[in-house]
Nanobody, 131 residues
């Protein structure tokens, strides 16, 4: 069974850093897109960033220069390093996976940033950034 586990959230002061992890199981971790999403109370789920096993990374404009994605395929894990955190980053952060993805229209980044394309989701981890 495909499962994703998001972890690494916590409480930090504005300007601080956190590293989130998304650890996957149930599939071979060599052909995938992993997306990070967040949902604040009362808000819709929004895309944060994506990493493709073959095509690199993508970041939402609001996060460019602050967040960095990386992967360790041997550990079946994707990391989201978040620096210079802001109160508006406060949300539950989720990771999601596309396995053996095929992009049939548009670019892969157009696809990866949309939450409704993902079948598999982790449970989320809370990130709280205080002023």
């Amino acid at each position: 069974e495909v499962q994703l586990q998001a972890s690494g959230g916590g409480l930090v002061q504005a300007g601080g850093s956190l590293r989130l992890s998304c650890t996957a199981s149930g599939f071979t971790f060599d052909d995938y897109i992993i997306g990070w999403f967040r949902q604040a109370v009362g808000n819709k789920r929004e895309g944060v960033s994506c990493i493709s096993s073959s095509d690199g990374t993508y970041y939402a404009d609001s996060n460019k220069g602050r967040f960095t994605l990386s992967s360790d395929n041997a550990k079946n894990t994707v990391y989201l390093q978040m620096n210079n955190l802001k109160p508006e980053d406060t949300a539950v952060y989720y990771c999601a996976a596309l396995i053996s993805p095929m992009v049939v229209d548009g670019t892969w980044t157009d696809i990866c940033i949309r939450p409704n394309v993902y079948r598999y989701w982790g449970q989320g981890t809370q990130v709280t950034v205080s002023s």
